[in-house]
T-cell receptor, first 113, second 113 residues
Framework: KAGVTQTPRYLIKTRGQQVTLSCSPI?????VSWYQQTPGQGLQFLFE???????NKGNFPGRFSGRQFSNSRSEMNVSTLELGDSALYLC????????????FGPGTRLTVT | GENVEQHPSTLSVQEGDSAVIKCTYS??????FPWYKQELGKGPQLIID?????GEKKDQRIAVTLNKTAKHFSLHITETQPEDSAVYFC????????????FGAGTTVTVRA
């Protein structure tokens, strides 16, 4: 069974721009969660989507948003990029809603210059 | 919110020896405790998890113990091998509408041949 895939793997953007990241979950998984990983703050939860609805949200500003499609694929959008948004963005999928048995993708490395 | 502390931050062991990583959590309502292994250039990989109704769980060379009274849990790796070298993260979450995985800062494990 194919794992979680994320595109693109690497991205360079300029301050003030916006970016959209994509995540395809494991087949049959209906929940997708997004995380930000930085050396300073570690792994931080952004939000979770299940059945096309945002179920839970971490402590990030409104510039960070997401959505989920009927095939469970998810996108994450960051608007008005700041230098501090440079990070590895990870998505994780699981069969059901909640924190259980999440399987992570390889991540998208975003660099903001 | 939940605060997870992880120790040590780095751990170097001789091949064949055991490695132990300890985590403490602050939210007494937390009841799900997974451990993830992250290799360079990859996303975190779920290696074992434990729920609050179980005190210990073992999977081959990996075991996790949970002490709910003291609010700490530990990862034990026996007979370490070079391929065990990676960054290990503990995490904790409650099972409620406000669930979200909170991660420890990570332990870099190096297995010396």
């Amino acid at each position: 069974k194919a794992g979680v895939t994320q595109t693109p793997r690497y991205l360079i953007k300029t301050r003030g721009q916006q970016v959209t990241l994509s995540c395809s979950p494991i087949s049959g998984h209906r929940s997708v969660s997004w995380y930000q990983q930085t050396p300073g703050q570690g792994l931080q939860f952004l939000f979770e989507y299940f059945s096309e609805t945002q179920r839970n949200k971490g402590n990030f500003p409104g510039r960070f948003s997401g959505r989920q499609f009927s095939n469970s694929r998810s996108e994450m959008n960051v608007s008005t990029l700041e230098l501090g948004d440079s990070a590895l963005y990870l998505c994780a999928s699981s069969l059901a809603e909640g924190p259980y048995e999440q399987y992570f993708g390889p991540g998208t490395r975003l660099t903001v210059t | 919110g939940e605060n997870v502390e992880q120790h040590p931050s780095t751990l170097s062991v001789q091949e064949g020896d055991s490695a132990v990583i300890k985590c403490t959590y602050s939210d007494s309502a937390s009841n799900y405790f997974p451990w993830y292994k992250q290799e360079l250039g990859k996303g975190p990989q779920l290696i074992i998890d434990i729920r609050s109704n179980v005190g210990e769980k073992k999977d081959q060379r990996i075991a996790v113990t949970l002490n709910k009274t003291a609010k700490h849990f530990s990862l034990h790796i026996t007979e370490t091998q070079p391929e065990d070298s990676a960054v290990y993260f503990c995490a904790a979450s409650r099972r409620s509408n406000d669930y979200k995985l909170s991660f420890g800062a990570g332990t870099t494990v190096t297995v010396r041949a």
